[in-house]
């Protein structure tokens, strides 16, 4: 079968229906179907996982305005040219964008406390009515919609409980180490508030490249080595102002640091090596892991 999954939620971003998502796309294609993703997400942060997988992923990482048009449009246009046996999404929110004449089975996931919303009740009656079939990830899950929403046949509905797959790789205790580990090194790490041109494909959580400009007398260097490098997004808005008859767009971002562009100068320091101490020149920032640098 032609399967697509469309989904704001999927790895590599770590989480319930991030998982489910996923392993739904996994186990499709390794029991023989073809699978495409159409998923929200940073193209630039998910490249090295999505390379690495045996089936298509297709990113989305406008803003959240524009990218629910975008993605939707993106995804009729396909359905088109191609034949889907089956589409899953993740939640009532993803197939609200979809035409409900499309031909294709449509399987739609209801998990969590968004079908508790009653101001949005009317919408998810109206997006989940399209679907063929509606999975729940518990019968407490079923009760509480159908308390809340009438009218849904009951054969539409089933429930499915989340599935565990095992797998050797996944170790959640390095996981976590590593997760807080990483957490430690950004709440130390040097942070800039910047203002650059306007760009909508930014978002938090991308890796940039900044280069800021030597202030200083001291040397001929164009730009200042110890700010240049790659710094994650971890805060960002966008402004639009109006002057002159003119809109002018800015992004205003808040960035941790990375890593730095280039080594910087050397500088003589003392390596311990295997319980002998000898002197050794390498540059700041060069040592490896496991060195005791004083």
């Given amino acids: 079968m032609n399967i697509l999954i469309y989904t704001q939620c999927f790895a590599p971003k770590v989480g319930g229906i991030e998982s489910v998502m996923t392993n739904i796309a996994q186990q499709a294609y390794l029991k023989g179907h073809k699978v495409e993703v159409l998923a929200d997400g940073s193209r630039h942060s998910s490249s090295l996982y ?25 995804c009729h246009s396909i359905l088109n040219e191609k034949k889907y ?6 939640s009532w929110k993803s197939l609200e964008h979809i035409d409900k004449n499309i031909k294709s089975k449509k399987i739609c996931l209801v998990h969590g406390n968004e079908i508790l919303n009653l101001k949005k009740k009317d919408r998810i009656k109206k997006s989940l009515s399209k679907a063929n079939k509606i999975i729940f990830n518990s019968a407490f899950t079923q009760t509480l919609f159908l308390k809340n929403h009438k009218g849904f046949l009951k054969k539409k509905l089933s429930i499915i409980y989340p ?4 797998d050797d790789t996944i170790n959640t205790h390095k996981w976590l180490q590593r997760r807080k580990s990483r957490f430690a090194q950004l709440a130390s790490s040097l942070t800039l508030r910047v203002e650059v041109p306007g760009n909508t494909s930014l978002q938090a959580g991308d890796v940039v ?47 941790v640091r990375d890593t730095m562009s280039e080594a910087l100068p050397s500088a003589g320091v003392t390596l311990m090596d295997g319980g002998t101490q000898k002197e050794e020149i390498i540059p700041l920032g060069s040592a490896d892991p496991g060195d005791v640098v004083f």
């Avoid at 990113?59 to 449009?73: A, E, M, P, T």
């Fill in 50 to 74: 999505d390379r690495e997988q045996q089936f298509n992923i297709k990113r989305f990482d406008q803003l959240k305005f524009f990218r629910k048009k975008i993605k939707s449009n993106y």
């Fill in 209 to 255: 490249g900044l280069e800021i400009m030597n202030r200083s007398s001291d040397t001929e260097e164009e730009f200042d080595l110890n700010y240049n490098g790659r710094y994650l997004v971890t805060k960002l808005h966008h402004v639009f102002t109006k002057g002159m008859g003119q809109y002018k767009h800015t992004v205003h971002m808040e960035c």
């Fill in 85 to 90: 046996d089956l589409i899953y999404f993740d």
């Fill in 163 to 166: 599935a565990f797959i095992n």
